[in-house]
């Protein structure tokens, strides 16, 4: 399977006066307060007042106008307010279904900021050309945090663009077929207000019966074949595996066994021909090795 790039690239629409929110009704919206669905994802939730929903084909034109030539996604919602400066994207990846345990596995080997970095410098070379301006990552806003009882993957980035900082904060929703990433983005200074209001929403969005993590079935369903590694950067990554691991334990553990064997071996030739050194030389090597064996080097 090709690997699946969900994630990895910073997604931003910051034309941020946002006058394009006042261009929504050429998208065909959906006006809260209603109940709207993800139909590919098979998820719904609750729009509160306020709020307008795009579908699929009208969310990915929005974010392509506004300076994400390459992005494209299942839904977006965003405030009707003219001020407002920011909007919340779907994305949904029928890729199967992930054990938790081996997400939690995997998440110890991902150099998360690191690929975003080199994924969104690639992707500024085609704001670059398209005119828009670029982006640059600064790390998180909030590090990476797994939720098995909730299936959710939760983290932050801020970025830097035109001088401005912003925060792109994505959560991913396990379910029996697949993932979904809800993600936000708004300006550093917003972060924390939007977040309670993203929260809010995101606590009534569900999978629909049958579709739920919990409705996974081992006989009918499939098992994800791709890692949440090649999810999260975009391609298979090298997982340090439990063998290279217990080796690195036992690398230490034997380091520290040879450092206490030469300690040992030290002490003995010290006695065994202390008397033909000199006491004041004998002394401060002493002293140097034993704080070192003390110390482990």
Do not use: H
């Not at 992005?71 to 029928?94: G, R």
């Not at 070379?125 to 299936?151: D, M």
């Not at 972060?191 to 996974?216: E, G």
Request: net charge positive; charged share 25%; glycine share 8%.
């Amino acid at each position: 399977m090709k690997p699946t790039n969900i994630v990895s690239t910073f997604v931003l629409v910051l034309a941020c006066s946002f006058a394009l929110i006042a261009q929504e009704r050429q998208y065909n919206p959906t006006y809260g307060p209603a109940y709207v669905t993800i139909s590919n994802a098979n998820v719904g939730f609750r729009l509160p007042e306020g709020y307008f929903f795009l579908e699929a084909a009208d969310a990915t034109a929005f974010m392509r106008e506004f300076g994400n030539p390459s992005v494209d996604i299942d839904a977006l919602v965003a405030p009707t307010d003219e001020n407002a400066d920011w909007y919340i994207y779907f994305k949904f990846s029928d890729l199967g279904y992930f054990k938790m345990e081996k997400v939690k596995e995997e998440l110890e080997d991902i150099d998360l900021i690191g690929e975003i970095r080199k994924n969104t410098e690639l992707e500024n070379q085609k704001r670059a050309k398209a005119g828009f301006p670029t982006i640059q990552v600064v790390g998180y806003a909030e590090k990476l945090s797994l939720n098995t009882l909730r299936q959710t993957l939760d983290f932050a980035i801020e970025s830097v663009q035109e001088g401005r900082r912003f925060v792109e904060r994505r959560s991913l929703m396990f379910g029996r077929k697949g993932l979904l990433l809800c993600s936000f983005v708004c300006s550093k200074e917003r972060y924390l207000n939007v977040q309670a209001t993203f929260n809010n929403m995101f606590a009534s969005i569900s999978f629909q019966n049958n579709y739920r993590y919990a409705d996974f079935n081992p006989g009918v369903d499939k098992y994800a074949a791709v890692g949440i590694g090649t999810v999260l950067v975009g391609r298979k990554i090298t997982r340090v595996g439990w063998l290279s691991k217990t080796l690195k334990s036992l690398g230490k553990a034997i380091w520290a066994f040879i450092v206490g064997i030469f300690a040992a071996i030290w002490g003995f030739l010290k006695r065994l021909f202390g008397k033909k050194e000199k006491p004041a030389l004998v002394t401060g090597m002493t002293q140097t090795k034993e704080s070192k064996s003390q110390n482990g080097t």
